[in-house]
């Protein structure tokens, strides 16, 4: 995922964790907030009780490689919180599910309009 697609900032975090919409799932909880700008950047939270470093980063390349396959509207920025259940499901469960999350938000883009990330 490229860096201007990213949240860096703990201003940014604290920004969409207090005034985004919440959208709850079975594997991760899904916060968004329009940010007037031509492009989504989004964030993962995955605390401790995910599990060690390894689980950790795994279910963030797991989110993270859901999002790649997953076609966004511009203009949002999105924070995912990982559950406990988030590093051992498989990649196809997840992303399922964050489908599922960005179609409440109505944030997925059409198919015809996908824009997906790309990677560095």
């Known amino acids: 995922m490229k860096q201007a697609n990213r949240l860096t900032k703990r201003e ?5 964790l207090a005034r985004g919409g919440t959208y709850i799932g ?4 899904m916060k968004t907030l329009p940010n007037n700008l ?3 950047r989004v964030g ?3 605390s401790k009780k995910v599990g060690g470093a390894v689980e950790r980063n795994r279910a963030k390349r797991i989110l993270r490689e859901s999002l790649r396959t ?3 509207k511009q203009g949002w920025d999105i924070v995912f919180i990982a559950r406990a259940k988030a590093a051992t499901v498989k990649c196809a469960e997840m992303e399922r599910v964050v ?5 409440k938000a109505q944030i997925l883009s059409k198919t015809d309009e996908k824009t997906s990330f790309k990677t560095d």
């Open 12 to 16: 940014e975090y604290s920004q969409v």
């Open 26 to 29: 079975p594997l991760a909880i």
């Open 38 to 40: 031509e492009l989504s």
């Open 44 to 46: 993962f939270i995955v």
């Open 70 to 72: 997953t076609g966004l």
């Open 99 to 103: 489908k599922h999350l960005l179609g």
